[in-house]
């Protein structure tokens, strides 16, 4: 079982009815469309349209499973004074007194780009528990990060 956002799960599931009742229709109309021109055994088309909807039905099923082992997070519930699950955290790096700031997440929201990262990630794994004002010492892959938590609060 996995932990998500009401955010995240809302995303899921629009992504999955996008998939089932907008791109699966279009790729069965094409390999209607593509078996109507004859020969299917030299026929490109056909058999390209068949491997996109090979490709469709995986993503399908991979975010039915997904939501399926999915559990929607109570907020309520949730410390907001430590570290973890849907924690919004700054944080100044020592070394250099660059000031960052992410959002742990479970791992279907995690988006680096966004500052959105993995509660499996070394990172936040070294940030879990922790308070505002701990001073952490991390190893992520790219060294040895000595972090200073400035604030933590729980998003939404």
Do not use: C, W
């Amino acid at each position: 079982m996995e932990y998500i956002s009401q955010e995240g799960y809302d995303k899921l599931v629009a992504e999955l009815q996008e998939l089932e009742n907008v791109e699966l229709p279009k790729v069965i109309a094409a390999i209607a469309e593509a078996r109507e021109k004859g020969d299917l055994s030299e026929n490109f088309e056909y058999h390209a349209a068949k491997r996109e909807q090979a490709r469709l039905l995986g993503r399908i099923r991979f975010k039915q499973r997904v939501l399926e082992f999915s559990r929607v997070i109570d907020k309520s519930k949730l410390s907001s004074g430590t570290v973890g699950l849907l924690s919004k955290v700054e944080m100044t790096n020592l070394a250099n007194d660059m000031q960052m700031t992410y959002t742990i997440v479970g791992n279907h929201e995690a988006d680096p780009s966004a500052h959105k990262i993995s509660i499996q990630s070394p990172l936040a794994q070294g940030l879990l528990n922790k308070k505002a004002g701990d001073v952490v010492e991390i190893q992520v892959p790219a060294g040895l990060m000595k972090l200073r938590i400035d604030s933590v609060e729980i998003i939404g």
